[in-house]
């Protein structure tokens, strides 16, 4: 049978069936899907492919997904570090912004983040920004996954100036995109405390219409919490319960502050959570409790934050720093073993974000949406279990080869679609603007 591309690897870690692992095995890719996974003198007696890439030395997994970045404020990456979160953002993050925000600066914002992003395993990511059509151009132009974010806030920014103009941009782009095979949109109110209640209605409604998700930072200090029972005499998720968003729909971003019942109430309304370790750790933010979450069967999966506050866009590093950060708040060395930590940053990601049936495991029918590593390398000898080797030891770095529904974006570590030396020479620029 022809076909378009076949990947032979040394091991395919699918991620479903759950901890699984295929030794000598290869993937069959037509029309940019999964269409078998056999081993290789099966495939090569059954299959002419196209493209034929035999990888002896690495391992297959599914393309990692990033579920809360702001892919735009790479152009910040160190601009304001070691400080509180709400120093960094009132008095650094947000007056930048509001100077420098604008169409060009997200367009080559979002480049930079995408091509660091492929080159560190991510085949799709959650986004939330301003000029999020732009972010959204630059993605499919790239031919990478995304889930768009449609910003809301209540004070005025260079994208909008009040929750009615938000919310008219919000569905434009939302219609410009829907038909997009790569491009899906969801809400993104900021957070509770710069989203009135009126606009959280409006949007906990158009998203039941729509049939999208709804992104949004949640619990992500103490101060947030202290702030919400001074002003609305409540926290906020029970805030948002009683505006009508604790939902399926809900993908309640860094939870760093919970009580035990509202731990249940998350469970009870099937909200996704998304743990973002390094931000939290580099922001002093708190210490999101995965271990008990997963253990309520609540859906966590991974996201970097963005690039000010991480300050990379590595997700190889973040289910590393997940696993390993979650055995110490837990006590528990089998907290978040290696394969729970791959799960989170691929199928619950997938799951979270409404992708799960397109994206986020290696299995016939979805989307080859593929990543190599190269596991030969000396700092990940000898190799006992490849999943173990790749959440603690492996680096992106050993990323060699990247497909996004069948296409290949990177290649023996070269970006395919993309331009490294304009998107340097673009950034050189912008560098110089916010220096002065």
Known sequence: ??????????????????????????????????????????????????????????????????????????????????????????????????????????????????????????????????????????????????????????????????????????????????????????????SPYTVSDEPLQKIALLAEQLDIQIHMHVHETDVEIKQSIEQHGKRPLQRLLDLGLLSKRLIAVHMTQLLEEEIELLAKHGVNIIHCPESNLKLASGFCPVHELLNSAINVALGTDGAASNNDLDMLGEMRTAAILAKGIAHDSSAI?????????????????????????????KQADVVAIDLSALETQPLYEPVSQIIYAASRNQITDVWVAGKQLLKNRELLSMDEEQIKQNVRVWQDKLKE
């Open 337 to 365: 073993p290696a394969r729970t930590a791959l799960r989170m940053a691929t199928l619950n990601g997938a799951k979270a974000l409404g992708l799960d049936t397109i994206t986020g495991s290696l299995t016939v029918g």
């Open 1 to 190: 049978m022809n076909i378009d591309t076949l990947i032979c690897a040394k091991w395919i870690i699918p991620v479903e069936p759950d901890g699984s692992v295929f030794e000598n095995h290869a993937i069959a890719v037509n029309n940019e899907k999964i269409i078998d996974l056999l081993p290789i003198n099966d495939a090569m007696a059954r299959y002419a492919a196209v493209e034929l890439h035999d990888l002896n030395t690495h391992a297959l997994i599914p393309g990692l997904i990033n579920s809360h970045t702001h892919s735009s404020m790479s152009l910040f990456r160190g601009l304001a570090d070691d400080l509180p979160l709400m120093e960094w953002l009132n008095d650094h993050i947000w007056p930048a912004e509001q100077q420098w925000a604008s169409p060009q600066f997200v367009e080559d914002g979002s480049r930079l983040a995408i091509a660091e992003m492929i080159r560190s395993g991510t085949t799709c990511f959650s986004d939330m920004y301003f000029f999020p059509d732009c972010t959204a151009e630059v993605a499919i132009e790239v031919g990478m996954r995304a889930v768009i974010g449609l910003i809301m806030i209540d004070f005025a920014t260079p994208w909008a100036k009040d929750a009615s103009e938000y919310l008219h941009k919000g569905q434009q782009v939302y219609d410009k995109f829907k038909h997009s095979p790569l491009i899906k949109t969801a809400f993104a109110p900021h």
